[in-house]
Every structure is written in structure tokens, then in C-alpha cells.
């Protein structure tokens, strides 16, 4: 039977053959996503070596946070947010990849108790501009940042988009060109960003040619999800 743990090392060594393939120089860490994984899941992927994990869902997620209050897990808020769910995500996560809004970020700035070290923000980036899409718009993108000189409970780290999925590599390629030049063009005005948080199961190794500094794998490493539902309690 083919383990977490093999699964992790088998994507780790991914990891370093597509850097080595593009001759990339960045370094590229691997956000597990546990959504709707058990906490017995991440404990196993925990002792196989990996201490980051991506949740998509609050409830879900402090759930299996007081489940593994043993364990020094940096946990990364992936998934939409709402308003009403800013304060608990700015009391409970390391980082937060999926800020689109100027509300939101005043709002986990507001939230986060000073005793915390500030968080760790990625914004996510509409690239496309498609309206189907959550994320900044590429117009947007420079004023939301900007606006992050206000915040000194939040450090912009960088951007963060979920492409359409497509098996073409072409396509991939095309989709996670486009996030990294939202990402130079940043660079190139001047704000202090290091993160590119993009890729996933089907495309990271396309996502680490782009210059991926996270790619955020699920099935991947887990295998099939479980049921949402047996995981969710009302908090």
C-alpha cells in the first residue's frame, strides 16, 4: 500500500527533478492541503517530515488545530474568506494566501493579537481578469499592495492564484507566466515580495519552471479526499 510518507518523498523528489530541469534557483516548499483530510492524516504526514499545511475550510480547520495543539504545525489559510471569519483566521493561521480585498486585509490586521508575529499574507491575483474567478484584478493589484503600509499586523509576502485546470502544459504554462509577471512587476516597483504561491497536484512542476516558491498539494499526497460533512462541527 502506497503511504503518505511514500507519496511525500515521491513528490519531494519531483520537486527537486523540475528544479533541476529548469535550472531554477529558487527555493520551493510544499504546502500540504489537508482540506477534508482527518487530523490523523496530517499527524502521519507530519511525522513523515512535513510541518506546513493549507486548510480551505475554518470550522474544518480548528477542529483538527485543537486535535494537534502537540504538534508545531505552521498552518496557511488557502480558501475564500468572509468577513466574519477574519478574526478567527488572524488568531489561528501562520499565513493567509487568499486576500483579495482591502476589507479583509484591514480587518485581519485588526484581528491579529499582538502577541502574534504579524501574518503572513499572499494576495490572490485574478490574472486572467476572468469574472468567474475570486482574486485582484491585475488593475487592482498595485493599490492593494500598496495599501499593506498601513497594516503593521499583516507582512505582504506575495501573490497567490488557482489557474483554470488544464492537463495541456502549454496552457499551464501560459496560465502561471501570466501570475509571474503580475509578481516581476511588483518586484519592479519596489515592494519586498519572495513568495509565488502557485501549482498544484496535476501542474507543479509546470508551476516551478514559473518560478513557484510554494505549490500547494492535496490529493497528490493524501490520495482521495473523505467526506466534507464528517469532518465539519459548528464553532
Request: net charge neutral.
Amino acid at each position: 500500500m502506497t503511504t503518505i510518507s511514500n507519496r511525500l518523498q515521491d513528490i519531494l523528489a519531483t520537486i527537486q527533478s523540475a528544479k533541476a530541469a529548469t535550472q531554477c534557483q529558487q527555493q520551493v516548499n510544499l504546502l500540504a492541503v489537508s482540506k477534508a483530510q482527518p487530523a490523523s492524516a496530517i499527524r502521519e504526514a507530519y511525522t513523515a517530515g512535513q510541518a506546513m499545511f493549507g486548510e480551505n475550510y475554518l470550522q474544518e480547520a480548528l477542529q483538527k488545530q485543537t486535535e494537534l495543539t502537540d504538534l508545531p504545525i505552521e498552518w496557511h489559510f488557502i480558501g475564500p474568506i468572509q468577513s466574519n471569519k477574519t478574526q478567527l483566521i488572524a488568531q489561528n493561521f501562520s499565513w493567509v494566501h487568499s486576500v483579495d480585498r482591502l476589507k479583509i486585509a484591514q480587518r485581519l490586521n485588526d484581528a491579529r493579537p499582538a502577541n502574534l508575529a504579524p501574518l503572513q499574507v499572499c494576495l490572490q491575483v485574478n490574472a486572467s481578469n476572468e469574472e468567474s474567478k475570486s482574486g485582484v484584478t491585475q488593475h487592482e493589484l498595485v493599490d492593494l499592495a500598496a495599501a499593506f503600509s498601513n497594516f503593521p499586523r499583516l507582512k505582504l509576502r506575495g501573490l497567490m492564484a488557482i489557474p483554470a485546470p488544464s492537463h495541456d502544459k502549454n496552457i499551464q504554462r501560459t496560465q502561471f507566466k501570466q501570475v509571474r509577471e503580475c509578481y516581476d512587476a511588483l518586484l519592479a516597483k519596489g515592494f519586498a515580495l519572495d513568495t509565488l504561491s502557485i501549482g498544484m497536484s496535476d501542474d507543479y512542476p509546470i508551476a516551478i519552471e514559473q518560478g513557484a516558491t510554494i505549490v500547494r498539494i492535496g490529493s497528490a499526497l493524501f490520495g482521495a479526499r473523505k467526506s466534507l460533512e464528517s469532518l465539519m462541527v459548528n464553532i
